[in-house]
């Protein structure tokens, strides 16, 4: 695991330089917009979102919101509820925040990465929003992670950044995630543009953005055009194109064949979205790994088998190169390995069903050693490989969804149970933007139910109730982005 402050002076150059490949040919000019209107392309002021998606319910008091068993006050209670051993609730100096450290036995599984390590990295940029869901179905929740359940009209939140932050860019909303976290918001209003790119394969992404490279005797680019030439005009006379000429779903499907299409190849997106090393790829199909690839590894350390690095190294390569502007990636419900060590459980942090503890520490464990990796390498590279216009990081905010919170009480004395789903939980974020190394809320350490704050002032308020719109809104009003119903978080951001 490489983190920034081992990465080289000779790293941030060769980052730099490759960068600057895309940065003039395919950005154009910079501009600025009003925080009402669609950034330009090339705008010095576009931020950078990233959704990572814990699945199956990561809760907030099993990760960086615990409360150890003295300050419950009565041991009795505390053998009721899911209070952690003192020793097991760590905080780094200088952390107004706290995690839970691994805790020591998992039957077959490993913990990936230790929650206190990564708290000591990145507190200063964390920020723990307490707040309630409106539903305990996978599917609906997860949804309404992304559309702060019907916010701002249905429109999922990477859609509103893609739509304000996307403008221009051949790729603004890219989606890897499964489930309810995977589906288009409800707002027809939304810009054609904006919709969400699905990738299913990040390994194997970039042979998608190239319709002949990489293909054992294709034609040359000459015949591949007067071929493509033909299908037009074949289209436009078949009785399927003439008995819907007009329907948009055929013209949306044309126009990104006639357009993106070309976009994308003239950009190479097949070389520089590459994740396989120059190794794997037989020099007989002329394919060449991105000029960055060699990087990802030093991160990513299970990169060729592990889908959810896959995931991580594929969003930053996309915002790396100036492509997107939204970026969504999500655990699924498949075990993990790496190598002979069990990484991820079955149903992912659901597992929790089954042993509550192994299954939140060991999936909190994986999801952070992908957030450290990708932090990491936002931390260490220019944007568009210029420096005037500073680190990724400075643009970026990593918003961890997840469906809901967990049951917060447990068999008497039983350090080994099952839990249920629960509405009231918290989310992580961790960006420069916001008030970082805060909790926006806290626990009771009575029940362990969270509460929430004021918005404008960010003060805790034991009265409170947050939901799913409130931690949405925060995210539009770091973002610029406005709507009717946008609930007041400036007491959140920097």
């Known amino acids: 695991m490489t983190n920034a402050s081992s990465t080289s002076r000779h790293r941030r150059d060769f980052l730099r330089g ?14 600025r917009a009003r925080a009402d209107e669609p950034a330009a392309i090339g705008d010095p002021d576009r931020r950078l979102l990233f959704v990572v998606c814990a699945s199956g319910g990561g809760s907030i008091v099993d990760s960086f919101l615990p409360v150890s068993v003295s300050e419950v006050g009565d041991d009795a209670l505390a053998d009721r509820l899911n209070a952690y051993p003192d020793d097991l609730v760590v ?3 200088g952390s107004n925040l706290r995690a839970v450290a691994p805790i020591g036995s998992y039957f077959v599984f490993a913990n990936s990465f230790p929650l206190p390590t990564f708290l000591e990295r990145h507190y200063q940029d964390m920020v723990v929003v307490a707040h309630e869901g409106t539903s305990v179905n996978h599917g609906v929740a997860q949804k309404r ?4 359940a019907g916010i701002h009209g249905g429109r999922t939140i990477a859609e509103a950044v893609a739509a304000r932050h996307g403008v221009g860019l051949p790729l603004p909303n890219v989606n890897m995630a499964t489930g309810g976290y995977v589906e288009p918001g409800d707002d027809a209003t939304l810009p054609a543009y904006a919709r969400s790119e699905l990738v299913t394969d990040p390994l194997m992404f970039a042979l998608s953005t190239h319709g002949s490279r990489g293909v054992l005797g294709a034609p040359d680019d000459a015949a591949i055009a007067r071929a493509r030439t033909v299908r037009e005009r074949l289209d436009a006379v078949s009785p399927f194109g003439q008995a819907f000429r007009d329907a948009p779903l055929r013209q949306d499907y044309l126009s990104g064949r006639a357009d993106l299409s070309p976009r994308l190849e003239q950009l190479d997106l097949i070389t520089k979205l590459m994740l396989r090393p120059q190794g794997d790829l037989p020099a007989e199909y002329g394919l060449s790994s991105s000029p960055i690839q060699a990087l990802l590894p030093e991160t990513f350390a299970h990169l060729s088998t592990d889908k959810w690095e896959q995931q991580a190294a594929l969003a930053f390569l996309l915002a790396y190169f100036g492509l997107s502007a939204s970026n969504t990636i999500s655990l699924d419900f498949e075990p993990a390995f790496h190598d002979d060590a069990v990484v991820g459980t079955p149903l992912a942090f659901d597992y929790s069903h089954s ?5 939140q520490n060991v ?4 999801l952070t050693l992908v957030l450290d990796g990708l932090i990491s390498l936002l931390k260490t590279t220019d944007y568009l490989g210029d420096p005037s216009l500073g680190k990724m990081w400075d643009r970026s905010l990593i918003y961890v969804a997840t469906e809901f919170g967990r049951d917060k009480r447990r068999p008497e004395g039983s350090d080994a149970w099952g839990s249920a789903h629960h509405l009231n939980n918290g989310s992580l974020l961790v960006s420069p933007l916001l008030r970082g190394n805060r909790v926006f809320g806290g626990v009771d350490p009575k029940t362990l139910l969270t509460y929430g704050f004021d918005g404008a002032t960010g003060e805790a308020d034991p009265g409170a109730i947050k939901r799913e719109g409130d931690v949405y809104s925060l995210i539009a009003q770091t973002f610029g982005i406005e709507f009717a119903e946008r609930r ?6 920097r």
């Open 91 to 93: 905080q780094p100096a």
């Open 363 to 366: 999936m909190w464990g994986r």
């Open 145 to 148: 992670a992304m559309t702060g």
């Open 355 to 359: 042993n509550h503890r192994i299954g």
């Open 18 to 31: 490759a960068a600057g490949l895309l940065g003039a040919s395919a950005l154009g000019g910079v501009g």
């Open 488 to 493: 007041e978080m400036g007491g959140l951001i």
